[in-house]
């Protein structure tokens, strides 16, 4: 670029391609409000450049959605030229709940207690090596290899921000945490371990107040969920009134493996929201999905799994370089150099000087090197898999616990599957119900009706010999069902309106098989069984709900 086209942005005075002189973003009223309050100096044809439409049309959404704010302390730009957007505001959840009064407990390969964890308030209420039970709390305030996973999954879910000053907090902020390290000596996870953590769990989920589960790993195995420990001890404490979330895995065709496979367990798949608030360019991650051994189309939901900022752990090499890295990037001319060539000296920064006295592109250099490593601050990275989606979801839950201390197992997921939306273009088999919506969930748990036990869908009656069919549906005028024991038929099995919103049919038992149905909602909407986790792909981008009579 020749100096004598140079364009300055009169905001941020970068120099840029060009100018923007009009605004094609939503809200962009109050964009320009913002800009000029901020900016008395500033008119609209004074131009500005598209980085700092992105920032101001930020801090309006935040102000709208009554978020923490991103400025001042945060750049718009990080080296690698965009901000890794805080999952809470990505998600829209509600910021009045915190997960204040819950306990969450993670299972994971290993932990490091993070400041985001400890130092505004120690929320920690245990940490436990379950391969190593005489190991002390002080192991855990040292970097170890197996320490990354679970620090960062914690972190993401439950961490309040202490490093990135409140802008990466978790949903879950206030939430307490009991931490199970399962991976052992030799750097394996085996099944052994992680069913004694769960058996562990089932042991001391009363003593500790433990309402969620949180694991992001998986075993080996390919079994039936019938003939699991890990999936067997699932079931039995989903059934004493603890809620389960499992990471579907990151393999499009992989094998959806225990505990991801158990029926009542919350499967969690991806999405990519390309770093965006814009629900247009929402598109699938590619994580695990598909039939289990026991028939099962997981998973269920979907939520961020990529551009998720996570903390670096303290004192490794990478969390020491990216603080220097960060530093150097304050410096400019011989300074920089100069710095530079001391720390190279002392430290290995992957970064090789390009030309003694060319600090221009030793700064490139350094920017390359940010982005190659996924740096977002001294303190964090960017990181991606279900991984780090389970622990959103996880944190949501925990969300609607706080709003409503007596929700059920079985209510959460009625409430998280009905309340998430599919995301356009990309098969359910996917996505489950789709992506998490943390405001719709909390408005719905809100309302006192949906905080009781939701009956079982479908329920069968032995002795009368009817099936009987519910579903919760407050504004429906009209419901039927309909499958293909009665040729999908929409306006014969109509369905009685109850009390909370609740709609019932009961029907003849029917003859050993397997049959497909649905609920037809005010003649225009195909609905189907959520408390059901039997159901395939419709071919009509949902799913079929699946009624299996043995007998």
């Known amino acids: 670029m020749h100096a004598d086209t140079i364009t300055i942005c009169p905001l941020c005075n970068d120099a840029v391609d060009k100018l923007l002189y009009r605004y094609h973003i939503d809200g962009e009223k109050q964009v320009i409000e913002k800009i000029k309050q901020q900016n008395p100096g500033w008119s609209v044809q004074d131009g500005i450049c598209s980085r700092c439409v992105d920032y101001y049309h930020t801090e309006v959404v935040i102000q709208q959605r009554i978020l923490p704010e991103v400025g001042p302390y945060f750049p718009v730009k990080s080296a690698d030229e965009f901000i890794i957007l805080p999952t809470g505001l990505r998600l829209d959840a509600d910021q009045r709940f915190t997960g204040k009064g819950i306990t969450i407990c993670f299972i994971d390969s290993g932990f490091y207690i993070h400041p985001d964890l400890v130092k505004h308030r120690n929320r920690i209420k245990l940490i436990y090596d379950i391969t190593d039970p005489a190991k002390k709390a002080e192991y855990f305030t040292r970097p170890h290899p197996e320490s990354w996973h679970g620090m960062m999954t914690s972190v993401v879910c439950a961490g309040d921000g202490y490093l990135s000053k409140g802008l990466y907090k978790g949903i879950a902020s206030d939430a307490e945490l009991v931490l199970l390290k399962v991976q052992n000596q030799e750097g394996k996870i085996t099944a052994k371990n992680i069913a004694s953590a769960l058996k562990w769990v089932q042991n001391h989920h009363k003593e500790f107040d433990i309402r969620i589960v949180n694991i992001s790993l998986g075993t080996d195995e390919t079994v039936s969920y019938r003939k699991s420990e890990i999936d067997i001890l699932a079931e039995q404490l989903i059934s004493e009134g603890v809620i389960i979330v499992a990471a579907a895995g990151n393999e499009e065709t992989g094998v959806i493996k225990p505990p991801a496979n158990s029926p009542n367990v919350i499967t969690v798949g991806g999405s990519n929201d390309n770093n965006k608030l814009n629900q247009l360019v929402n598109e699938l991650y590619h994580s695990s ?165 939701p009956e079982i869908s479908p329920a069968f009656n032995e002795q009368q010999q009817i099936i009987s069919f519910y579903l919760q549906h407050e504004c429906a005028s009209q419901v039927s069902l309909a499958g293909n024991f009665n040729h999908w038929a929409q306006d014969i099995l109509l369905m009685e309106p109850g009390e909370n919103g609740v709609w019932k049919i009961d029907i003849p038992m029917l003859p050993k098989g397997r049959y497909q149905y649905k609920f037809f909602v005010d003649e225009k909407v195909w609905i189907e069984d959520v408390n059901n986790p039997y159901r395939e792909p419709d071919g009509f981008s949902g799913f079929n709900s699946i009624l299996i009579i043995e007998n």
């Not at 530079?340 to 970064?351: E, R």
């Not at 007596?406 to 998430?420: G, H, N, V, Y």
Request: glycine share 6%; hydrophobic share 45%.
């Open 289 to 453: 999905f598909g039939k289990t051994m026991d028939g099962l189309m997981k998973p269920e939901l979907i939520a961020q799994a990529i551009w998720v900022a996570a903390p670096l752990l303290p004192g490794s090499k990478e969390q020491l370089e990216s603080e220097l890295l960060y530093g150097l990037l304050k410096l400019s001319g011989e300074e920089l150099i100069q710095s530079f060539s001391a720390l190279q000296g002392k430290n290995s920064l992957g970064i090789t000087l390009p030309e003694v006295n060319d600090s221009s592109r030793l700064k490139e250099a350094i920017v390359k090197r940010i982005q190659e490593c996924k740096f977002i601050s001294p303190h964090y990275m960017h990181v991606d898999g279900t991984s780090f989606a389970a622990p959103v979801v996880t944190a949501v839950i925990a969300q609607l616990l706080e709003a409503a201390p007596q929700l059920t197992p079985a209510a959460a997921r009625e409430i998280l599957f009905s309340t998430a939306k599919r995301i356009p273009g990309w098969p359910a088999e996917r996505q489950g119900f789709g992506l998490i919506a943390p405001r719709k969930a909390l408005f719905k748990t809100l309302k006192k009706s949906f905080i009781m036990k």
